[in-house]
């Protein structure tokens, strides 16, 4: 059911594209592709340019993003517990009440992102870039790692 889900929103969604586009099951999505609230969980994005996509509410649990590029991409809602951003590049990417539950941000560029309300619990935060990284106090960071 989930993967039918998936392919029926990315046959509608997500038109395709050059061969610079990153792929998921054959079906290529670009930079600013709005991929609200879809289920990619598990997927391997490695790479990717998703550079200012709509990925608001989008379920990543578990995928992976070993140096992606999510500048400037709307992540706020997402659910990325568990999922490995190790190297990505979230510069002035938009976390609002993310769910980071166990998530991997080693070495990941996050300057100028917004994690406002997210939750960084067992998140790991080993040399991420965190300049002018925007939280607040319901910003869930039991690791101390925004101290």
Not at 38 to 47: E, K, P, R, T, Y
Not at 83 to 98: I, K, R, V, W, Y
Request: net charge negative.
């Amino acid at each position: 059911m989930r993967k039918q889900l998936l392919l029926v929103l990315l046959m509608s969604t997500v038109p395709l594209v050059a061969a610079c586009a990153t792929k998921v099951n054959g079906y290529a999505i670009r930079e600013g592709a709005n991929l609200q609230n879809a289920i990619l969980d598990g997927v391997d994005l490695d790479s990717a340019n998703l550079q200012g996509a709509n990925l608001s509410g989008v379920y990543f649990r578990r995928t992976f993003f070993g140096g992606a590029n999510l500048t400037g991409a709307n992540l706020a809602d997402a659910d990325l517990t568990g999922a490995d951003l190790f190297n990505a590049d979230l510069t002035d990417a938009n976390l609002a009440d993310a769910d980071l539950t166990g998530a991997n941000l080693f070495n990941a560029d996050l300057t100028d992102a917004n994690l406002a309300d997210a939750d960084l619990t067992d998140a790991n935060l080993f040399r991420a870039d965190l300049t002018d990284a925007y939280w607040d106090e319901w910003t869930i960071d039991p690791d101390g790692w925004l101290k």
